[in-house]
C-alpha cells in the first residue's frame, strides 16, 4: 500500500518533528514550490528502517543539504519493497537534481 502524497511543508526541524511520525517506511520529496504551487522534487529518497522518513529528513537538515530545497513531502508505504520500488519510479519520472546515486538504478 503507498499513501496518498502530504506536502508541501516547510522544510524545517520543528515542521518535520511535527508532521512525521517516527518510524514511517516511505518515500520523501525535498525541493521548492515554484509560483504555480507545484513541487519541484531536488532529491527524492526512500526510508525503510531506523527512525523512518523523520530520521531520514532531520538527518539531511542536520548536515545542511541542498541550500536550495525549502519544502518537504512525503508518501508513507507499509513494506520495504513497495517502498523501494516506489523511489525508483519517481526517481525516473521526476530526475531530480541530486539523485547522482539514484541513477544506478535506472540503468537495472
Known amino acids: 500500500m503507498i499513501g496518498e502524497y502530504r506536502g508541501h511543508y516547510e522544510y524545517t526541524k520543528e515542521m518535520v518533528e511535527e508532521l512525521v511520525d517516527a518510524g514511517v517506511f516511505g518515500v520523501y520529496y525535498c525541493g521548492f514550490v515554484d509560483y504555480r504551487g507545484y513541487m519541484n522534487a531536488l ?3 526512500s526510508a525503510v528502517g531506523g527512525h ?20 518537504f513531502g ?14 525508483i519510479e519517481e526517481i525516473k519520472k521526476h530526475k531530480p537534481k541530486y539523485n547522482k546515486k539514484g541513477l544506478r538504478y535506472m540503468t537495472k
Open 52 to 71: 523512518g522518513i523523520r530520521g531520514r529528513l532531520l538527518d539531511h537538515l542536520r548536515i545542511e543539504q541542498w541550500s536550495d530545497t525549502t519544502h
Open 43 to 45: 532529491y527524492i529518497g
Open 74 to 87: 512525503f508518501r508513507a508505504c507499509d513494506t520495504k519493497e513497495t517502498t523501494l520500488k516506489l523511489e
